[in-house]
């Protein structure tokens, strides 16, 4: 049952995305579905149909399940997400007034059909998107069948010219009002409380991340200012050049620096200049002999 | 006694410690909890030493060894609650009387500790030898309120992932409440710190990481830590928690901690570290004494720097990126500061109190010179005036400081700070402002020093100083050399003579032995024809904090012909001094006029007096007395003093002068100043809000826009569009700050009608809506937060009619858009928050003034939210602060109530200290005003917050102490009925009745005061020669004031009530009320017995030891208990103990003796199980030859130990 019903939300999507460009691919699912129908028929016991009772309860068929991988769907994207899952599949179903429970029991009955595979025809294409980029290889601890990562534009951060935005305040206002208005508030009035709606001032457990930490759209603003203004050549010190510059130029440039982002860059290369007794590996417990 | 050959220095102490080994080898941060061990290597100075007093503050002892024998041990610590809450004196000369002779009583530097231990006989009876005694203390510390602070985020996941950390903290010495020592800046030792923390966590104590070891469970690691340079233990300090790691990229040796996530912040923030270590090492010759440093940002740091032997530990605020203008500087300043202590107060430390000031400007004054390396001439003298402005309104307002007090005699009496409401005695118990203002003073008195024997001298004195030191540390404890690393007043300045073979001594006796500032007052007239100038200096030598000078004094007079130095002597009587002028008035020749700096200008000569060629006059320019002066001259010369003297002080103060004077001259001659781009962008900051007066005080005549709107317009405006501000660049820093500046002052612009002008205000709402950052390189939090200011500043009070209560619709226009622009910074700040929230602590202090001028209704709830814990240190003072108005303001009991609760139960020490203070700078009511808050109650409470509630940090006690001098002053609260004087005294007969109105209540908590010491207070007794030395139990030599208002101490009585409270599971807390107190007649004349008064103060040293974290509400206990067993943990044993500060009233002790006798009818009940009343009186004659030593809590028992004074 859970085949079947994945399968049936496969076949919608898929009836909905090759509309014109094959039709034939279209057309092989549908004579499946006829198949289908007229093996669910025979098992109903029917020796013979008319091709239009065929075709109208085929249609009917396609007409659920349409339905039910429309409605799993709209259940999916109610949760923000945008692949329906079995129990997407299952809610609709029930939505629909089907018993869920006698599923398990039908679809093991005995006198049940085996229909073949569809035949195999030329699945539509979909036109290769246009790949940009050098794609990321799986970092080593992701299984090699998984799905290859998208174009790294559409997940790595680009740099966008700032539009300007003559509405950008009344976006904000909107934004804080939108905010204010889903969540808990503070009024400055008494007499009409949504008067000057402020989002209500929430503790926080470590306040002073927020606090000193530079936003993203603050960190975003510098790398460009910095890939305008600054050279090439300050990037690279950036980078590197932090742990063993002795270089006493690059102090004054330094201190115009970005914070080199979130991760702290990795000193294991450093170790063996440096001599500092925080960075020497922790000994281990002398064996203390049992007396 | 080998002490001697110390030069200078004489231990207080019968020995002398030379190695001290700490570990702490369980630290737990769920409960909060400490545990481990000390152990000092001390060397006895004198045959027999048998007692060993060391300082320990709310540790828990377990056990006591000397040379592997368990050692007796009490433990007394008369400061945790200063008088016994049952006295009714409320008044705060009997406070601080008594909480100064309370830290005497355990002050390490008389050679007192809160620890007695007894030596074991076996090893003192040995004989002469004077050999090694390791002294070995278990502890424990359980959730401390002091010595050492946890941070703990309640978030999910592992301490290290939650960020939670440990770092040790307190105001001066403070080491004791954290692990038993000789909590003295002039006991110096070697150390070895160990300290064992979880495989996640990181250790950084003082010293050389030697090496870190996995437990053999492999899920800790210990931390050892060798410190061979002999260092004090107020030096010594910890930091735990998971922190980033970063070694300085130009000095290995260097080690930069911070907190999760926060290591690109560290990373540009120490950048420029090593510079600061280049300039001190190069100034001072001499290397940094340390072989590391170490630099720890933690959260929730009590003070924003604190130095350490080789390690600092910082505010995490301090942090910033590279984003941050305004923040940059101040974290360098923080940075300059913390390493100018590491040689001056670390390395070398000072020898005793008094000697204080020496290394406080020392450090002050090479910082000083730090800062003028780096932020320029002008922002060193600007500094430097605004430090001299700052100490002399103090002095002027409260009183004198005073740098070096000597209490000579040890008396009370002898004073030297009458005025102050505290005494100056110990650092413990100084006003926070106070020691401000005495770091303050000290520097510029260190720079009068330099002024006067120059810098080159001044470091050399320096440099000899470190090198005596430095070579002192690398000695053996044994060749006596180490006292040379402490430092004395005397020795600095034998040290100054000797290398500037100058005499200082006026100088010194001038400002450091004496208090106060001189306050000038300069005026002059011109004699045109003798061509002299008639200078007039008077002094105010009569109001508080005021001096009379006498000595020399520079007058800097700008003439046509350029400009002249003169050196006046200021005498006893001599007002006038004539200084003969050089040029004569020839203003028709056009020629330029040479300035000081040798700068030849033109200048408009028009506005001058024909007749005098005098263009200005300085009195004391080089700020070299401590003086404020109130110069008279005309505003032209103030004009041309501003435009032409290049001295940034000198400008500065020509704009003030200038706010007198509004006529179009002073505009133009400010608009000027605004526009020169060469002047000092702070001088131009002052003359923004200089030009808004003026502009104010004009507003009938003045022509044409708004002050400074053109101005802005043309600096920061498209050319193309006025109204709309350019795209924010914040490349030129000068411009930055005039930027943020102008809007602010001209919001303060005022019209007719008193209003901020309708076009100001919509030029404010522009910049703010066409505020652009996009472009900019740094941020424009500051920015931003200052319109909101500006913002603020327009606000003139609302026009309200009737009372009416304020609502939306009657919400004034200009407000509304106000209110528009508040609301929706206030909201982005939830999605985007600005660096330190500028944003919200600007908005907040907007709403709270819109809240006062009666635009919006008046109401705290905002605040209290955003006063709560969790939220950014600034925001959470912004906050306090608005409550703190309000509650004035508003007068309101509640929040009073809200905000003094939350002084005793925040978690963060910073802002439980930060309330008080804000609460003594705007109280809800003063000593002179009438008000209904004040009530016995809040009396009450206050009294109970500085006497007992916060006794674990000296400063936030100091704090509760000022505040209840704001409010109540130093007698008795006019609020609370009058006193029922416990006792009737005849002074002639010496007899004292208790009074026979007051009748104990009975079974009611509250506890009644022993006879002898109510009410007696301020009696003038004969001085008693036992008491003053010849026990040296602890006994303070001014104690004798002390000793009879004392409440405390007296032995036993037979009607006291031992009844244990069952709230407290860990085992029975006792409290012993007076059962009943009869018309009791007193005899003064048996008070002094001196064979009692010695057992007295034996018995003392022999009670049971008092780890108490709450004051032990037991006013006086069993002193004889040989048959009653200690209770099962120590926590017992605080309240057996009484608090018994050596200098408890002896008196009182041997009346009791005198009455016990008589009492005997009184009833007494026992509720403890331990029924021993019986043998309580049997044993009162025996008590004076009994001693008994409570023995260690854990071991349960107690041993009888041969009396002391055997």
Redesign the interface.
């Known amino acids: 049952n859970i085949t079947r019903a994945v399968m049936s939300c496969g076949q919608f999507r898929n009836s909905k995305a090759a509309s014109s460009p094959a039709e034939n691919y279209h057309l092989a699912r549908r004579r499946t579905l006829q198949v289908a129908v007229s093996a669910l028929l025979t098992e109903c016991g029917f020796e013979s149909a008319e091709k239009a009772a065929v075709e109208t309860l085929t249609e009917m068929m396609q007409s659920y399940i349409t339905e039910i991988g429309r409605c799993a769907k709209a259940y999916c994207e109610h949760t923000a997400r945008s692949i329906p899952t079995l129990p997407d599949t299952v809610v609709a179903l029930i939505e629909m007034g089907f018993n869920v429970d006698t599923l398990p029991v039908y679809a093991k009955r005995s006198q049940r059909m085996v229909i073949t595979a569809p035949p195999v025809t030329n699945s539509p294409v979909t036109p290769k998107a246009l790949s940009a980029g050098q794609k990321r290889t799986h970092p080593a601890h992701i299984p090699s069948h998984f799905p290859e990562f998208p174009d790294p534009h559409t997940y790595i951060k680009t740099p966008i010219e ?1 539009v300007h935005n003559p509405f950008l ?1 009344d976006v ?2 909107a ?3 939108f ?2 208005k889903t969540g808990e508030t ?1 009024s ?5 409380i949504t ?7 929430r ?13 993203e ?2 960190l975003q ?2 790398e ?3 890939s305008s ?1 600054q050279d090439d050549q300050t990037d690279s010190e950036n980078t590197t050049g ?5 270089d006493p130029g690059a ?1 004054k440039e ?9 991760v ?1 860059s990795t ?1 294991a290369s ?1 170790d063996n200049v ?7 590996p ?5 064996v ?1 002999r049992k007396k | 006694m080998n002490r001697k050959k110390d030069k200078g220095f004489e231990s207080p102490r019968p020995f002398k410690l030379t190695h001290q080994v700490v570990c702490i080898n369980n630290i737990n941060f769920q409960r909060k909890s400490v545990i481990g061990y000390v152990e000092l290597t001390i060397f006895p100075t004198v045959v027999n030493l048998n007692r060993i007093k060391l300082n320990s503050k709310q540790c828990r002892i377990y056990r006591v060894r000397v040379n592997e024998l368990e050692a007796p041990f009490i433990y007394n610590d008369p400061t945790l609650e200063v008088c016994h809450h049952e006295s009714k004196q409320r008044n705060l000369n009997y406070f601080s009387s008594a909480y100064t002779a309370a830290v005497s009583a355990v002050d390490p530097d008389a050679g007192h500790g809160e620890l007695v231990i007894k030596v074991p006989s076996e090893l003192w009876k040995q004989g002469d030898d004077l050999k090694v005694l390791k002294v070995y203390i278990e502890f424990s510390l359980d959730q401390p309120k002091g010595g050492l602070h946890f941070v703990v985020p309640d978030v999910e996941g592992s301490m290290a992932e939650r960020g939670a950390h440990v770092f040790s903290f307190g105001y001066q010495n403070s080491t004791r409440f954290w692990f038993p020592c000789v909590d003295s800046y002039s006991e110096l030792c070697t150390w070895k710190l160990e300290f064992t923390v979880d495989a996640s966590m990181v250790a950084v104590s003082c010293g050389d990481l030697v090496e870190t070891i996995y437990t053999h469970d492999m899920r800790k690691k210990t931390f050892h830590y060798v410190l061979p340079i002999p260092t004090a233990a107020p030096n010594i300090s910890l930091a735990v928690g998971p922190f980033e790691i970063l070694v300085d990229p130009y000095m290995h040796e260097v080690t930069h901690f911070c907190l999760p996530q926060l290591l690109p912040l560290l990373k540009h923030s120490m950048s420029y570290l090593h510079e600061i270590f280049e300039f001190y090492e190069e100034i001072l010759t001499c290397r940094y004494p340390y072989s590391c440093f170490k630099t720890v940002f933690v959260d929730e740091a009590y003070v924003q720097v604190s130095s350490y032997a080789s390690m600092s530990i910082f505010s995490t605020n301090l942090l910033h990126s590279a984003m941050i203008i305004d923040q940059t500087p101040q974290t360098r300043r923080c940075l300059a500061q913390a390493l100018a202590q590491q040689f001056f107060g670390c390395f070398i430390s000072r020898m005793s109190w008094a000697d204080e000031w020496v290394l406080k400007g020392i450090s002050g004054y090479i910082y000083g010179l730090y800062l003028k390396k780096t932020f320029g001439v002008n922002e060193y003298r600007h500094w430097i005036k605004g430090e001299l402005d700052k100490i002399v309104d103090y002095e002027l307002k409260m009183g004198g400081v005073l740098l070096h007090p000597t209490f000579s005699g040890g008396k009370e009496k002898d004073n030297p700070t009458p005025h102050l409401h505290f005494s100056i005695k110990h650092p413990h118990t100084l006003s926070w402002e106070y020691y401000k203002m005495f770091q303050c003073k000290a520097h510029l008195v260190m720079r009068l020093i330099e002024n006067r024997i120059s810098m080159e001298f001044m470091l050399q004195v320096f440099n000899k100083l470190l090198s005596l030191a430095s070579t002192a540390s690398s000695q053996k404890y044994q060749s006596h050399m180490w006292s040379q690393m402490l430092l004395s007043t005397h020795a600095f300045l034998k040290s100054i003579s000797n290398v500037s073979g100058k005499d200082i001594g006026p100088l010194i006796k001038q400002w450091v032995d004496q208090s106060g500032v001189v306050k000038f007052f300069g005026s002059f007239a011109f004699n045109r024809k003798r061509n002299v100038l008639e200078l007039e200096i008077r002094q105010d030598y009569t109001s508080s904090g005021t001096q009379k000078y006498v000595g020399p004094i520079k007058v800097t007079v700008q003439e046509l012909d350029g400009s002249f130095n003169h050196t006046l002597q200021i005498e006893e009587n001599s007002l006038k001094h004539d200084i003969p002028c050089h040029s004569k008035s020839r203003r028709n020749k056009k020629k330029k006029i040479p300035l000081m700096n040798g700068e030849e200008v033109d200048m408009d000569l028009s506005a001058m007096d024909a007749d005098s060629p005098l263009l200005w006059i300085r009195i004391d320019p080089d700020m070299s007395i401590l003086r404020k002066v109130e110069f008279e001259q005309a505003d032209f010369m103030w004009q041309y003093q501003l435009r032409y003297e290049r001295d940034v002080v000198a400008q500065e103060e020509a704009i003030s002068a200038l706010e007198k004077f509004p006529t179009p001259a002073s505009r133009l001659a400010l608009t000027d100043i605004l526009e020169q781009e060469q002047c000092f962008y702070k001088v131009r900051m002052q003359a923004c809000f200089c030009l808004a007066r003026i502009a104010n005080a004009m507003v009938s005549t003045w022509q044409g826009p708004p002050a400074m709107k053109s101005l802005f317009t043309r600096m920061f405006c498209c050319k193309s569009c006025p109204n709309i501000v350019k795209t924010n660049n914040f490349i030129n820093f000068q411009s930055y700050f005039l930027q943020k500046t102008m809007p602010v002052a001209m919001a303060l612009l005022r019209d007719v009608q008193n209003l901020c002008p309708k076009d100001v205000l919509n030029f404010i709402l522009d910049l703010i809506k066409y505020n652009d950052n996009r472009k900019n390189k740094f941020s424009d939090n500051y920015y931003r937060a200052e319109l909101i200011e500006a913002l603020t500043n327009s606000l003139t009070p609302a026009i309200s009619i009737n009372n009416e209560v304020r609502t939306v619709d009657n919400l004034n226009a200009d407000v509304r858009l106000i209110l528009e622009e508040i609301t929706r910074f206030l909201n982005m700040e939830k999605l985007l928050p600005s660096f330190r929230n500028t944003i919200t602590v600007s908005c907040l202090r907007a709403i709270r003034q819109l809240q006062k001028n009666g635009h919006i209704p008046s109401d705290p709830s905002l605040f209290k939210s955003y006063a709560q814990y969790g939220h950014f240190v600034d925001v959470r003072i912004a906050a306090l602060e608005a409550l703190v108005d309000y509650t004035r303001v508003e007068r309101s009991a509640t929040e009073l109530q809200w905000l003094l609760v939350m002084v005793q139960n925040d978690p963060a020490h910073y802002v439980r200290h930060k309330i008080l203070g804000m609460l003594c700078k705007n109280p809800p009511f003063t000593k002179t005003t009438d008000s209904a808050l004040c009530n016995e109650a809040l009396v009450d409470q206050l009294w109970k917050l500085m006497n007992s509630g916060t006794s674990h940090d000296w400063r936030l006690r100091c704090d509760a102490v000022n505040l209840y001098y704001t409010l109540f002053g130093l007698t008795r609260p006019s609020c609370l009925p009058l006193p029922e004087l416990g006792l009737v005294l005849n002074l002639k007969e010496k007899k004292a009745v208790l009074n026979p109105t007051i009748k104990p209540e009975l079974g009611v908590s509250t506890v009644m005061d022993t006879p002898a010491s109510i009410g007696i207070h301020g009696v003038d007794e004969e001085p008693d020669p036992i008491s003053l030395g010849v026990c040296g139990v602890g006994q303070p030599p001014q104690g004798l004031k002390r000793k009879a208002e004392t409440p405390l101490g007296s032995p036993p009585e037979p009607g006291q009530i031992l009844q244990q409270q069952d709230d407290d599971a860990r085992g029975g807390r006792y409290k012993i009320r007076f059962n009943t107190m009869e018309d009791e007649d007193i005899d003064m004349e048996t008070v002094h017995d001196s064979q009692a008064f010695i057992h007295h103060h034996l018995n003392l040293l022999e009670r049971p030891s008092t780890p108490g974290k709450e004051p032990p509400s037991v006013e006086q206990t069993m002193l004889t208990m040989p048959s009653t067993p200690a209770p099962s943990f120590s926590k017992e044993t605080t309240s057996l103990s009484s608090k018994h500060s050596s200098e408890h009233s002896h008196h009182h002790h041997h009346h009791h003796h005198e009455h016990k006798k008589k009492k005997k009818k009184h009833k007494h009940k026992h509720k403890h199980k331990h029924k021993h009343e019986s043998k309580d009186k049997e044993k009162e004659r025996e008590r004076d030859n009994s001693h008994v030593y409570s023995n260690s809590p854990a071991s349960g028992r107690s041993l009888r130990s041969p009396s002391l004074s055997d």
């Not at chain 1, 400055?188 to 009409?192: A, Q, Y």
């Not at chain 1, 008067?195 to 001032?201: D, K, S, T």
């Not at chain 1, 306040?207 to 936003?215: E, F």
């Not at chain 1, 932090?242 to 002795?246: A, L």
């Open positions: 700032p305040r904000e206002r934004l804080t009002r905010m204010a503070q400055l009035f008494k007499d009409d008067a000057f709606p402020l989002i209500a001032a503790p926080s457990t470590i306040p002073y991340l927020s606090a000193l930490l530079p936003s759209l603050e603003t510098l460009e200012t910095d203004e932090n742990i063993i510059n002795d102090d330094n201190s115009m620096l970005p914070p080199s982002g979130g702290p000193k450093e440096i001599d500092n007794p925080y960075l020497r922790v000994k281990k417990p002398k203390r």
